[in-house]
C-alpha cells in the first residue's frame, strides 16, 4: 500500500512568488493534516481537513496561505506571496479516523529567497 | 497548552552502546504519546505509540518507550544501537479524547559513532 506522498520534494522561489505544495493520502484516509517546521523549531500544526472539509484550521499562519482539499482526495497548500519566514519544511499526514495514528509523507523543503 | 520538552538537542552514542531519548510533555488530559524518526532525506516514520494499557511499549527497529504517568515522561530507549539509527527522533504528543493535532517536540538529532 502506498504511503503519504507530497509533491515537489523541494522548492525554491523567490520572494514574493507563489507556490503550491501538493498531498497525496493514503487511500482510504478520510483525515489529512497539514504541519511546517520552521529552521530550529518545532514541527507545528496547520490544518485538518475531514475528507473536504476544513475541520481546525488554527494552525495556519495568515491569510497569504490557503488550503484546499477538494473532493476529500489530495490536497494543496499553497502560498502567495512568499516570504523569507515561509521557508521551511511542510509535512502532510493522513490517518483513517479521527484520533488515530498519523502516517507522514516526506515532507516538502521550501526555501523562499 | 500542551507542550513536549525533548531536552537533549544532540546525542552522541557509539554503536552497541545502550540509548535513551528523554521526552516529557505538559498536558491536562490523559495523552496520546508518539515516537517518530526522520533519517536523513526521509519522511517522518512511526516508531510507536502510547495510547492506554501496558505503559511499557515496544515499536519497530528494538525501540521501546515507557510511560510515566507522575514524571510526565515517555522515555525512548534501545539496548544497542546501530550505525543505522543514526537520524532525528521526535516525541509528540495528542489527546486521548480526540485530537486532530500533534504537539511534537523539537527534535534529538541521534550521532552514532564507530
Known amino acids: 500500500e502506498a504511503g503519504v506522498t507530497q509533491f515537489p520534494s523541494h522548492s525554491v522561489i523567490e520572494k514574493g512568488q507563489t507556490v503550491t505544495l501538493r498531498c497525496d493520502p493514503i487511500s482510504g484516509h478520510d483525515n489529512l493534516y497539514w504541519y511546517r517546521r520552521v529552521m530550529g523549531k518545532e514541527i507545528k500544526f496547520l490544518l485538518h481537513?475531514?475528507?473536504?472539509?476544513?475541520?481546525?484550521e488554527s494552525g495556519m499562519p495568515n491569510n497569504r496561505f490557503l488550503a484546499e482539499r477538494t473532493g476529500g482526495t489530495y490536497s494543496t497548500l499553497k502560498v502567495q506571496p512568499a516570504e523569507l519566514e515561509d521557508s521551511g519544511v511542510y509535512f502532510c499526514a493522513s490517518s483513517q479516523g479521527y484520533g488515530e495514528t498519523q502516517y507522514f509523507g516526506p515532507g516538502t523543503r521550501l526555501l523562499v529567497l | 497548552a500542551q507542550s513536549v520538552t525533548q531536552p537533549d538537542i544532540h546525542i552522541t552514542v557509539s554503536e552497541g552502546a545502550s540509548l535513551e531519548l528523554r521526552c516529557n510533555y505538559s498536558?491536562?488530559?490523559?495523552?496520546?504519546l508518539f515516537w517518530y524518526v526522520q533519517s536523513p532525506g526521509q519522511g517522518l516514520q512511526l516508531l510507536l505509540k502510547?495510547?492506554?494499557?501496558?505503559?511499557l511499549v515496544q515499536g519497530i527497529k528494538g525501540f521501546e518507550a515507557e510511560f510515566k504517568r507522575s514524571q510526565s515522561s515517555f522515555n525512548l530507549r534501545k539496548p544497542s544501537v546501530h550505525w543505522s539509527d543514526a537520524a532525528e527522533y521526535f516525541c509528540a504528543v495528542g489527546s486521548a479524547e480526540g485530537y486532530s493535532t500533534l504537539t511534537f517536540g523539537k527534535g534529538t538529532m541521534l550521532l552514532v559513532s564507530p
Open positions: 481537513f475531514v475528507k473536504e472539509s476544513k475541520q481546525d
Open positions: 498536558y491536562g488530559a490523559t495523552p496520546y
Open positions: 502510547y495510547f492506554s494499557g501496558d505503559t
